[in-house]
């Protein structure tokens, strides 16, 4: 089983700045991992796929890279509501596809 | 638009069955997966397993193998999650999920439905 290590687990940030999320994978996802957006009571939302395709409808601020096993999600100048927990996530080797454990993000 | 529509919340009893069910609209049903996701209160997500709508073949994390059976219906492009045996540690929210073209094994889970909570307490 691929495991996906976010860091940090907390970022407290204030509006305006950047934010840069990282996803380590335990062996090579490629370019398979995805992120996703998860508010308070709400489905998860993709906003990055295959590493840094954004999603329909998501916004520039938010871009992806890397490839391999270290991936990190940027957003470039935060909104109050970027505020959530974002999730990576790897399709390149399953059963099971597997999750990182999330990194909240707090707007100040 | 594509759209996951989920059922209404459960409570259950230890040792009880619950069954889930995702409308879809807005694609063809039989071109993508449909993945169910669980998360447990305050915690992470965690993959169940996938329903290939067309051949109704599936495929499940080793953890729920022999609990958990995935179906669908085409008639309706309503998939169905049913989780027997069911323990505290079952409370979750469940997803289903949607987006991977099942022609090239694409595992993509772009859409979502909004959610089922489940209960199990005796």
């Known amino acids: 089983e691929i495991v996906l290590t976010q860091s940090p687990a907390t970022l407290s940030l204030s509006p305006g700045e950047r934010a840069t999320l990282s996803c380590r994978a335990s062996?090579?996802?490629?370019?398979?991992l995805a992120w996703y957006q998860q508010k308070p009571g709400q489905a998860p939302r993709l906003l990055i796929y295959?590493?840094?395709n954004r999603a329909t409808g998501i916004p520039a601020r938010f871009s992806g890279s890397g490839s391999g096993t270290d991936f990190t999600l940027t957003i470039s100048s935060l909104e109050p509501e970027d505020s959530a927990v974002y999730y990576c996530?790897?399709?390149?080797?399953?059963?099971?596809?597997?999750f990182g454990q999330g990194t909240r993000l707090e707007i100040k | 638009q594509v759209q996951l529509v989920q059922s209404g919340a459960e409570v259950k009893k230890p040792g009880a069955s619950v069954k889930v069910s995702c409308k879809t609209s807005?694609?063809?049903?039989?071109?993508?997966?449909i993945h169910w996701v669980r998360q447990a209160p305050g915690q992470g997500l965690e993959w169940m397993g996938w329903?290939?709508?067309?051949?109704?073949?599936?495929n499940y994390a080793q953890k729920f193998q022999g609990r958990v059976t995935l179906t669908r219906d085409t008639s309706i492009s309503t998939a169905s999650m049913e989780l027997s045996s069911l323990r505290s540690d079952d409370t979750a929210v469940y997803f289903c999920?949607?987006?991977?073209?099942?022609?090239?094994?694409?595992?993509?889970?772009?859409?979502w439905g909004q959610g089922t909570l489940v209960t199990v307490s005796s």
């Open positions: 999920a949607s987006g991977g073209n099942t022609l090239s094994h694409d595992m993509r889970l772009d859409y």
């Open positions: 807005g694609y063809t049903f039989t071109n993508d997966y």
């Open positions: 329903i290939n709508p067309n051949s109704g073949g599936t």
């Open positions: 062996q090579t996802v490629d370019i398979y």
């Open positions: 295959d590493a840094s």
């Open positions: 996530q790897q399709r390149y080797k399953w059963p099971p596809i597997t």
